[in-house]
Antibody, heavy 125, light 110 residues
C-alpha cells in the first residue's frame, strides 16, 4: 500500500522560505509525477506544481517565480520550496502522487491517487 | 475565482440521489479527462473518479462520473450521512499548462 508522509516547518515569518518534504513508502517512485497542492483555511484546492521521477517540472504560473520542486530518487523523497512567503501563503499543504493514465496529442488523463496527511503552514510575524 | 465552476453546496435526504456539476471550457474539461475528489472534514482529499467515469478500487458504485462537452457531473446514489463532505472536480488546462480544480461543493445529507 502506497503511503505518503510529509514533514516540514509549520510556522514561518513573512519573507522566509517554506520548505516541505514528502516521503513515498510502499510503492514505485518511477513512472509517476509527484505533486504539491495547497488549501487555504476554509477554501478550495490550489495546484502548486509537480515533478516527475526524472526531474521535469510543471508549476502553477501564479506561483512559478517563487516555487521550486525537487526530487531525490535515492530516498524516494520530493520537496517543495516556496520563497518570500506572506500571510496569503498560509494554508494546509498536501503532497500527492499523480498517475497519468491517458496521454494523446490532444488530451491528458491524470489523477491524484495518493495523498499525504497535510501540513498546516502558518505565516505570521 | 476557480477555473472550474461548481455549486457551493447541495443537499439531499439519506437514500436519495444527488448530482454535482463542474463547468469548464474547451481548454480543460472538453479536451482533458476529469477526476473527482472527496474531502471528509479534517482529512486529505481522496480520489473518487478518474478518466471522467472510472472508479478506483474500493470506491462503491454509488459514485459515478460523466462528462458532456465542457461540463462534468458527479452522481451519488443511496446517500449516507458518511457522504457529507466537500467534493472537488479537477483536470488539466491546456491553455494555462496547469492542473485546475473547481471551488468545491459541500454536500449535506439532511
Amino acid at each position: 500500500q502506497v503511503q505518503l508522509q510529509q514533514w516540514g516547518a509549520g510556522l514561518l515569518k513573512p519573507s522566509e522560505t517554506l520548505s516541505l518534504t514528502c516521503g513515498v513508502f510502499g510503492g514505485s517512485f518511477s513512472g509517476y509525477s509527484w505533486t504539491w497542492i495547497r488549501q487555504p483555511p476554509g477554501k478550495g484546492l490550489e495546484w502548486i506544481g509537480e515533478i516527475n521521477h526524472s526531474g521535469s517540472t510543471n508549476y502553477n504560473p501564479s506561483l512559478k517565480s517563487r516555487v521550486t520542486i525537487s526530487v531525490d530518487t535515492s530516498k524516494n523523497h520530493f520537496s517543495l520550496r516556496l520563497s518570500s512567503v506572506t500571510a496569503a501563503d498560509t494554508a494546509i499543504y498536501y503532497c500527492a502522487r499523480t498517475t497519468t493514465t491517458v496521454v494523446t496529442p490532444t488530451s491528458v488523463a491524470a489523477s491524484l491517487d495518493y495523498w499525504g496527511q497535510g501540513t498546516l503552514v502558518t505565516v505570521s510575524s | 475565482q476557480s477555473v472550474l465552476t461548481q455549486p457551493p453546496s447541495v443537499s439531499a435526504a439519506p437514500g436519495q440521489k444527488v448530482t454535482i456539476s463542474c463547468s469548464g471550457s474547451s481548454s480543460n474539461i472538453r479536451n482533458n479527462y476529469v477526476s473527482w475528489y472527496q474531502q471528509l472534514p479534517g482529512t486529505a482529499p481522496k480520489l473518487l473518479i478518474y478518466e471522467d467515469n472510472k472508479r478506483p478500487s474500493g470506491i462503491p458504485d454509488r459514485f459515478s462520473g460523466s462528462k458532456s462537452g465542457t461540463s462534468a457531473t458527479l452522481g451519488i446514489t443511496g446517500l449516507q450521512t458518511g457522504d457529507e463532505a466537500d467534493y472537488y472536480c479537477g483536470t488539466w488546462d491546456s491553455s494555462l499548462s496547469a492542473r485546475v480544480f473547481g471551488g468545491g461543493t459541500k454536500l449535506t445529507v439532511l
